[in-house]
Protein backbone atom coordinates (compact mmCIF):
# COMPACT_ATOMS: atom_id res chain seq x y z
CA UNK A 1 0.00 0.00 0.00
CA UNK A 2 1.78 2.79 -0.89
CA UNK A 3 1.36 6.60 1.54
CA UNK A 4 -0.23 10.17 0.51
CA UNK A 5 1.76 12.13 -1.09
CA UNK A 6 4.32 14.05 1.54
CA UNK A 7 7.14 16.26 0.88
CA UNK A 8 10.26 14.27 1.60
CA UNK A 9 12.21 14.04 4.89
CA UNK A 10 14.73 12.05 7.15
CA UNK A 11 12.08 8.98 7.80
CA UNK A 12 11.93 8.21 3.73
CA UNK A 13 14.54 5.47 2.49
CA UNK A 14 15.91 6.64 -0.93
CA UNK A 15 18.55 4.15 -1.07
CA UNK A 16 16.56 1.42 -2.64
CA UNK A 17 14.67 3.56 -5.41
CA UNK A 18 15.18 2.21 -8.79
CA UNK A 19 13.19 3.60 -11.84
CA UNK A 20 15.74 2.47 -14.33
CA UNK A 21 16.49 5.58 -15.39
CA UNK A 22 20.18 6.60 -13.75
CA UNK A 23 19.40 10.54 -13.80
CA UNK A 24 16.52 9.74 -12.07
CA UNK A 25 17.41 7.59 -9.53
CA UNK A 26 21.08 9.64 -9.07
CA UNK A 27 19.14 12.80 -7.87
CA UNK A 28 17.06 11.01 -5.65
CA UNK A 29 19.99 9.04 -3.85
CA UNK A 30 22.52 11.58 -3.47
CA UNK A 31 20.67 15.52 -3.92
CA UNK A 32 17.00 15.24 -3.30
CA UNK A 33 17.27 16.11 0.32
CA UNK A 34 20.26 18.99 0.01
CA UNK A 35 18.44 20.39 -2.99
CA UNK A 36 15.43 20.62 -1.06
CA UNK A 37 16.76 21.90 2.04
CA UNK A 38 18.17 24.94 -0.21
CA UNK A 39 15.14 25.46 -0.94
CA UNK A 40 15.88 24.97 -4.92
CA UNK A 41 12.63 22.29 -5.51
CA UNK A 42 10.20 20.66 -2.97
CA UNK A 43 10.57 16.74 -3.45
CA UNK A 44 7.12 14.94 -2.81
CA UNK A 45 7.10 11.11 -2.31
CA UNK A 46 4.97 8.75 -1.88
CA UNK A 47 6.27 5.69 0.47
CA UNK A 48 5.93 1.98 1.42
CA UNK A 49 4.86 0.24 4.82
CA UNK A 50 8.51 0.49 5.77
CA UNK A 51 8.97 4.27 4.62
CA UNK A 52 10.99 3.27 1.33
CA UNK A 53 10.39 6.03 -1.52
CA UNK A 54 8.51 4.04 -4.48
CA UNK A 55 7.74 7.20 -6.63
CA UNK A 56 8.68 11.09 -6.06
CA UNK A 57 8.35 14.00 -8.42
CA UNK A 58 10.11 17.68 -7.73
CA UNK A 59 8.31 20.86 -7.92
CA UNK A 60 9.83 24.47 -8.33
CA UNK A 61 8.48 27.93 -9.21
CA UNK A 62 9.38 29.40 -12.64
CA UNK A 63 9.71 32.17 -14.95
CA UNK A 64 9.12 32.31 -18.69
CA UNK A 65 9.26 35.15 -20.87
CA UNK A 66 5.86 35.88 -22.36
CA UNK A 67 5.67 35.06 -26.11
CA UNK A 68 2.64 34.05 -28.13
CA UNK A 69 3.32 30.70 -28.33
CA UNK A 70 2.51 30.18 -24.56
CA UNK A 71 0.23 32.78 -24.17
CA UNK A 72 -2.03 30.96 -26.93
CA UNK A 73 -1.39 27.50 -24.94
CA UNK A 74 -2.65 29.08 -21.70
CA UNK A 75 -5.54 30.59 -23.84
CA UNK A 76 -4.63 34.05 -22.03
CA UNK A 77 -4.95 37.50 -23.88
CA UNK A 78 -2.47 40.06 -23.65
CA UNK A 79 -0.24 40.36 -20.57
CA UNK A 80 1.44 43.79 -19.31
CA UNK A 81 4.73 41.59 -18.15
CA UNK A 82 7.45 40.18 -19.86
CA UNK A 83 7.15 37.36 -18.07
CA UNK A 84 4.92 35.42 -16.27
CA UNK A 85 5.11 32.90 -13.41
CA UNK A 86 4.02 29.06 -12.89
CA UNK A 87 5.75 25.62 -11.81
CA UNK A 88 8.08 23.36 -13.57
CA UNK A 89 7.36 19.63 -13.18
CA UNK A 90 10.94 18.78 -12.89
CA UNK A 91 11.91 15.19 -12.08
CA UNK A 92 9.30 12.38 -11.57
CA UNK A 93 10.21 8.39 -10.90
CA UNK A 94 8.30 5.54 -10.33
CA UNK A 95 9.79 2.51 -8.65
CA UNK A 96 10.24 -0.78 -11.06
CA UNK A 97 8.24 -2.61 -8.54
CA UNK A 98 5.06 -0.50 -9.32
CA UNK A 99 5.45 0.68 -12.89
CA UNK A 100 2.84 0.31 -15.81
CA UNK A 101 -0.07 1.08 -12.55
CA UNK A 102 -0.79 4.44 -13.29
CA UNK A 103 1.24 5.51 -10.69
CA UNK A 104 2.88 8.29 -12.62
CA UNK A 105 -0.06 9.95 -14.28
CA UNK A 106 -1.29 10.20 -10.77
CA UNK A 107 1.89 11.88 -9.88
CA UNK A 108 1.11 14.38 -12.43
CA UNK A 109 -2.12 15.14 -11.86
CA UNK A 110 -1.37 15.16 -8.23
CA UNK A 111 1.63 17.87 -9.01
CA UNK A 112 -0.57 20.01 -10.98
CA UNK A 113 -2.95 20.12 -7.67
CA UNK A 114 -0.34 21.26 -5.53
CA UNK A 115 1.15 23.69 -8.32
CA UNK A 116 -2.81 25.17 -8.44
CA UNK A 117 -3.24 25.33 -4.44
CA UNK A 118 0.14 27.26 -4.47
CA UNK A 119 -0.69 29.73 -7.47
CA UNK A 120 -3.96 30.43 -5.26
CA UNK A 121 -1.66 31.89 -2.48
CA UNK A 122 1.37 33.14 -4.57
CA UNK A 123 0.01 33.55 -8.66
CA UNK A 124 1.18 31.43 -10.97
CA UNK A 125 -0.82 30.22 -14.30
CA UNK A 126 1.04 26.86 -15.55
CA UNK A 127 2.47 23.83 -14.77
CA UNK A 128 5.29 23.14 -16.89
CA UNK A 129 7.36 20.35 -17.64
CA UNK A 130 10.79 19.51 -19.80
CA UNK A 131 10.28 15.99 -21.15
CA UNK A 132 13.62 14.50 -22.45
CA UNK A 133 12.10 12.58 -25.52
CA UNK A 134 10.06 11.76 -27.96
CA UNK A 135 8.41 9.13 -26.03
CA UNK A 136 7.55 11.09 -22.84
CA UNK A 137 6.14 14.49 -25.29
CA UNK A 138 3.73 11.83 -26.36
CA UNK A 139 3.10 10.68 -22.18
CA UNK A 140 2.81 14.05 -21.13
CA UNK A 141 0.11 14.95 -24.35
CA UNK A 142 -2.14 12.20 -23.18
CA UNK A 143 -1.65 14.09 -19.56
CA UNK A 144 -3.06 17.56 -21.11
CA UNK A 145 0.05 19.35 -21.41
CA UNK A 146 0.61 21.88 -24.32
CA UNK A 147 3.94 21.43 -26.49
CA UNK A 148 4.80 24.86 -26.92
CA UNK A 149 6.85 23.79 -29.92
CA UNK A 150 10.10 25.65 -32.02
CA UNK A 151 13.37 24.53 -30.53
CA UNK A 152 11.88 23.45 -27.21
CA UNK A 153 10.10 20.21 -25.73
CA UNK A 154 8.81 22.59 -22.91
CA UNK A 155 5.12 21.91 -22.53
CA UNK A 156 2.81 23.51 -20.33
CA UNK A 157 -0.45 22.45 -18.73
CA UNK A 158 -2.50 25.69 -17.59
CA UNK A 159 -3.57 25.53 -14.06
CA UNK A 160 -7.28 26.71 -14.97
CA UNK A 161 -7.56 23.19 -16.63
CA UNK A 162 -6.70 21.44 -13.42
CA UNK A 163 -9.28 20.01 -11.02
Known amino acids: MLSPVVALDSAHRVQTFECGDA ?16 GLSQVY ?9 LAYFTLSPL ?3 VDPSLL ?14 GFLLGRLGVD ?8 GEALVM ?10 AVVGGAFLA ?22 KTRRMVLPLRAVP
Do not use: C, M, N
Open 72 to 85: ERLAVGAVPYPQIG
Open 110 to 119: RAAQIAKAEA
Open 45 to 53: VTAGAAHEV
Open 96 to 103: KSIQRRGI
Open 23 to 38: EIDGFLHPRAAGEQAL
Open 129 to 150: VDPKTDGLVRWYLKQDFRSLGG
Open 63 to 65: TVR
